[in-house]
C-alpha cells in the first residue's frame, strides 16, 4: 500500500510498485486454468494496482523532470523556496532534516553547501524508516539528530497524506536545545548549536508562531478542498497553543463531524 501511494505521489516509485507485486502477478498467472481464474482476495488487490498504474502512467507520462520544472517559475506553496533563501544568506551551521517531498529541491538549491537528510527522488528504505521515526517520536528524533549531527529542522507542519500535525514539531517545540528563526506558509526552519547561538540571537521567534504556521497551512489545504479530520485536529492544537479557545472548540466539534461521517 506505501509503495502505491509514493507511486501517485511520484512517477519514478513505479518500477519499485511493480517490483514489490511481481509474487503477486506469479500468483495469478499461476491460478489460471482452463480459461477459469481463482478469484480470490490476491487477484483483486492486483487488479486495483494494475489500474492504478495505468491511470499514473495516462496521466504522469508526459510530466516533465523535478529538474526540468526548476528551470521555470518555483510554486512557492509547493516548495521552502524562502526557508532556502533564508538559510543560504545567513548559514546556519549543521546537517539538515528536511521534508521528504522537498530534498531534490534542496539539493538544487543549498548543494554543496548543506547536506540533506533525505530526497524522494531515492529510496533508501533505511532513510526513510529513519524519517518517519524522527517526525513521530521524541526519543527517536533525539537519537536521529544527534546520529547524523542535524543541527537545522526544514520541515512544514502538516502530513500532506492525511493532514496530520508531525509530532516533531510538538517536539521541537517543548525542547529548549532547539529554537525557531524562520516559518512563512510553507516552512519552519528550527536551529540549535552553540555554533548558531549568532543567529539565534538574532532571528530567534516566539515557539508558538510554529503553530501560526499550522494554521495558515491548514486554512490553505482546507481551501484547496482537503478534508480530514485529522487536519482539524491540527488545527484544535494550534489553536489551543495560540490561545485561541473558541477557534479550537470549533476545529475539534468539525473533526467529530468528519469522523462520524467515516
Avoid at 103 to 129: C, H, K, N, Q, S
Avoid at 186 to 191: D, E, S, W
Amino acid at each position: 500500500f506505501f509503495l502505491t501511494v509514493l507511486s501517485i505521489s511520484s512517477f519514478r516509485y513505479i518500477p519499485f510498485l511493480v517490483y514489490a507485486t511481481a509474487p503477486v502477478t506469479a500468483l495469478y498467472l499461476s491460478n489460471m486454468t482452463e480459461g477459469r481464474i481463482i478469484r480470490n482476495r490476491a487477484i483483486k488487490v492486483l487488479a486495483g494496482v494494475a489500474v492504478v498504474i495505468i491511470l499514473i502512467i495516462a496521466v504522469k507520462g508526459f510530466n516533465k523532470s523535478l529538474e526540468e520544472a526548476l528551470k521555470h517559475e518555483i510554486r512557492a506553496y509547493r516548495f521552502p523556496e524562502a526557508a532556502a533563501s533564508f538559510v543560504l544568506e545567513n548559514h546556519p551551521s549543521g546537517n539538515i532534516f528536511n521534508n521528504f517531498n522537498w530534498g531534490g529541491y534542496l539539493i538544487w538549491r543549498l548543494y554543496p553547501a548543506y547536506r540533506v537528510f533525505i530526497d524522494g527522488r531515492t529510496l533508501r528504505l533505511e532513510a526513510l524508516m529513519d524519517y518517519t521515526k524522527a517526525l513521530w517520536n521524541e526519543l527517536d528524533a533525539k537519537n536521529i539528530f544527534n546520529y547524523y549531527g542535524i543541527n537545522i529542522v526544514m520541515i512544514p507542519g502538516l502530513s500532506p497524506f492525511t493532514g496530520e500535525l508531525y509530532e516533531l514539531v510538538n517536539i521541537l517545540k517543548n525542547d529548549e536545545q532547539w529554537h525557531l528563526i524562520f516559518t512563512d506558509e510553507t516552512a519552519m526552519v528550527f536551529v540549535r548549536g552553540i555554533e548558531n547561538q549568532d543567529i539565534i540571537r538574532k532571528y530567534s521567534l516566539p515557539k508558538t508562531e510554529a503553530y501560526t504556521h499550522v494554521i495558515k497551512e491548514a486554512e490553505f489545504k482546507l481551501m484547496s478542498g482537503f478534508q480530514s479530520p485529522h487536519l482539524w485536529l491540527a488545527l484544535e492544537k494550534a489553536f489551543k497553543e495560540k490561545g485561541l479557545i473558541r477557534e479550537a472548540m470549533q476545529a475539534h466539534e468539525n473533526a467529530l463531524k468528519m469522523q462520524g461521517r467515516h
